[in-house]
């Protein structure tokens, strides 16, 4: 291939184009034809086989150049495309499955969180129900032991008052009984305590979203709390009750050996009324708590404190008029009122207005109701094992021999009849007939009220 020049016409050129084909040197041309002049092409190719002359433009030259290159660059690629295509392959293979692993883990993972996280949300269902669960029994407990302290009755040892008597129709109402001002057992404001045990009565709250996920520690922890504080104020009022009852037993138990009394006798002596049944021992459960072994003692104290009452229900320690004591004459030597000189006084003489109300200050039974010497008008009653009250001086009797009588009831009024100076009550009081000072019964009543 060359330019149309002359001095590159007389030369045989080799050109890449050629495909490997050798060019044939010529010889050499006559000079008479290197005379020819050829047609000036500045800007053509030709290229020279076989004698023959193809002369191309530059743009068609170039053309073809661009196509070789191309096809040459082609073929490497797709000779290096076939050299590597499994490497490649593989390599995408690779790739795509690691992207499919990674995907799959990421779903593993994600499915795994979400299991975790019901997993969670069912435990901490499972343990708010349970603890749920447990407030509600325990709610339940401190509801029974409610009911148990409002039914504990009131072990005071009263008697009911009776029924207002000859001389009390001026009273718009009753006079308290004797046994109010010595008997009665005041126990601890239990009536207030039982109240206020059960006023904070829980209801435990319906199950919440919110309570599930946000703050059911902090409901339970509110309702536990609501439920410790119910739980104390009820042992703080069954302790108060125990405490009252201990010391009223020990008291009760002191009056008697105090007074000299024989405990075993004086219960024989107490009247047996109609009551009865099988035998049932009373069995603690061996699961008991703390409230349960207390309430037992309590039942227990409580039993035996009725059985106390009824034995002291025979023993006079109460006054037999109400109102302020105050002895016009006390038991012991004195001075004999009409005579003047030294006498046993055997009793102890009461103020009181005529007309007032005298009250037999224990249970027993009329043996005597009439007129009895210096006594005037008199009632006597035995209350057994020995035992004997006598009410002296009375303008009216208002029981009957062989009547039984009760605690506080009314035997008669004050007045003056017999050997009396003046309107007021004399009262004795006898062991096996003997007449003692009614003093020591009455200060052990009053040692009984204290408490």
Known sequence: MSKSSAQYSHYSQHHPHDHGRAFQRRPAAPAAAAAIPLPAADDAYTIVHAGKQVRFGPVVFWIVVGTVVLLGLWSAATATYFAFRDDVLTRLIARQAEMQYAYEDRIAELRAKVD???SRQLLDQEQFDQKLDQIMKRQTALESRATALGAMPD?????????????DSSQTTPKPSPISDTVIFVAPPDREARLESRAPTVVAPPVSQFARNNGFDNVLARLTNSLD????????????VEESMDSRMRRMRGVVSDLGLNLAHLEAAVPRTAMGGPFVPVRLPANAGTFEKQLYRINTTRAEMDRLNRTLALVPYRKPVIGEVEFTSGFGVRSDPFLGRPAMHTGLDFRAASGDPVRVTANGKVVSAGWSGGYGRMVEVDHGNGLSTRYGHLSEINVRVGEIVKIGQVIGLVGSTGRSTGPHLHYETRIEGE?????????????LSAG
Do not use: H
């Open 229 to 240: 504080q119910v739980e104390r104020r009820q042992m703080a009022a069954l302790s108060a």
């Open 435 to 447: 007449a003692v000072d009614p003093q020591k019964f009455l200060r052990a009543g009053v040692r």
């Open 116 to 118: 975790r996280t019901t």
């Open 155 to 167: 072990v005071t040892g009263s008697i009911p008052r009776s029924a207002p008597q000859r001389g």
